[in-house]
Antibody, heavy 123, light 110 residues
Framework: EVQLLESGGGVVKPGGSLRLSCAASGFIVKNYNMIWVRQAPGKGLEWVSSIRSSSTYIYNADSVKGRFTISRDNAKNSLHLQMNSLRAEDTAVYYC????????????????WGQGTLVTVSS | QSVLTQPPSVSGAPGQRVTISCTGSSSNIGAGYDVHWYQQLPGTAPKLLIYGNTNRPSGVPDRFSGSKSGTSASLAITGLQAEDEADYYCQSYDTSLSWVFGGGTKLTVL
């Protein structure tokens, strides 16, 4: 059974750092494209960062460029998001999600999501 | 401001039909990228509802259907049930190499 379990959220002061982790089971993370999506309190979904299975291609939303870094730990079968220079507007639940690997159409979708981890940036 | 535009809310009585629109532009839906829909029940993670504009994953009732035309897409729910009360999001891809979502639509079953 495919499962994703995020951890690492918490309360941090503006300008601080946090590292989120997403432990995967039921599949091998390095073989899949993966992404981070966030949801601010009472708001919609926002793509944050994505990494292709090759790890060669990494894409970040403009709102986090230069501050957030997505990575993979193949030995631990996990995905990470290093978040630096945090701002109040980064406060959100952060979800990791798997990109469906079999879709033959144009632009894929997210077939499995974790339960999310809450990041609160506040002084 | 979300890249894809959805109505903030829709409502309907049990048994009725509702539709949720998702409007994009020539750089995402209009560029030929497919549209996918997710359902988010209160306090839970989003769950895939429709993929590839019109396809339902196994386990999703056929009361849910999707369509796409030009720069827009729609989700239709027929035979509304109380358990359908949730937030619904459309998602596509953009020529800027970014994943794009709608702002979400809250469905209230009256």
């Amino acid at each position: 059974e495919v499962q994703l379990l995020e951890s690492g959220g918490g309360v941090v002061k503006p300008g601080g750092s946090l590292r989120l982790s997403c432990a995967a089971s039921g599949f091998i993370v390095k073989n899949y494209n993966m992404i981070w999506v966030r949801q601010a309190p009472g708001k919609g979904l926002e793509w944050v960062s994505s990494i292709r299975s090759s790890s060669t291609y990494i894409y970040n939303a403009d709102s986090v460029k230069g501050r957030f870094t997505i990575s993979r730990d193949n030995a631990k079968n996990s995905l990470h998001l290093q978040m630096n220079s945090l701002r109040a507007e980064d406060t959100a639940v952060y979800y990791c999600a798997r990109v469906d690997p079999h879709y033959s159409g144009s632009g894929s979708f997210l077939d499995y999501w974790g339960q999310g981890t809450l990041v609160t940036v506040s002084s | 401001q979300s890249v894809l535009t959805q109505p903030p809310s829709v409502s309907g009585a049990p048994g009725q039909r509702v539709t949720i629109s998702c409007t994009g532009s020539s750089s995402n839906i209009g560029a030929g990228y497919d549209v996918h829909w997710y359902q988010q029940l209160p306090g839970t993670a989003p769950k895939l509802l429709i993929y590839g504009n019109t396809n339902r994953p196994s386990g999703v009732p056929d009361r849910f259907s999707g369509s796409k035309s030009g720069t827009s897409a729609s989700l239709a729910i027929t035979g509304l049930q109380a358990e359908d009360e949730a937030d619904y999001y459309c998602q596509s891809y953009d020529t800027s190499l970014s994943w794009v979502f709608g702002g979400g639509t809250k469905l209230t079953v009256l």
